[in-house]
């Protein structure tokens, strides 16, 4: 069964193992079932795609079909979460604000997230 992450959408991640190590950029998608995480520009991979019919102005570029690149699944064990004080790799920690909600913290730092 899988744990929640503490990496999610929209954080800026520096990878720390693999291909990419020492890239950084920003979490497009998160897949915790599988503890994956897509990061912009990073871990590109090709697919090729069947031309679809064009049924949205924005899809426009997918109407064409071929070889296209697109980010693949980077595991989150080797992702680091950028710290936003100094945007060095931080640990996140989990704690209760004054009000009792659970925030996200940069275990670097102590700045909440």
């Known amino acids: 069964m899988a744990r929640g992450m503490k990496i999610r959408t929209d954080d800026m ?3 720390i193992g693999g ?3 020492g890239k950084t950029g920003r979490v497009i998608r998160t897949e915790p079932k599988k503890s994956r995480v ?3 520009g990073l871990s590109m991979v090709k697919r090729h795609e069947k031309p679809r019919p064009v049924q949205d102005v924005q899809k426009a570029s997918q109407q064409m ?3 296209v690149d697109k980010e693949g699944p980077i595991h989150v064990s080797n992702v680091m979460l950028l710290d936003p ?3 060095k790799p931080t640990r996140v920690g989990l704690r ?3 009000g009792g909600k659970r925030e996200r913290y940069a ?3 102590g700045v909440s997230i």
Do not use: L, T
Request: aromatic share 4%; charged share 50%.
């Open 96 to 98: 209760r604000d004054k």
């Open 19 to 21: 291909k990419d190590a």
């Open 107 to 109: 275990k670097r730092s």
């Open 38 to 40: 897509y990061v912009e």
């Open 13 to 15: 991640v520096q990878v």
């Open 85 to 87: 004080k100094d945007d």
């Open 65 to 67: 079909g071929g070889i």
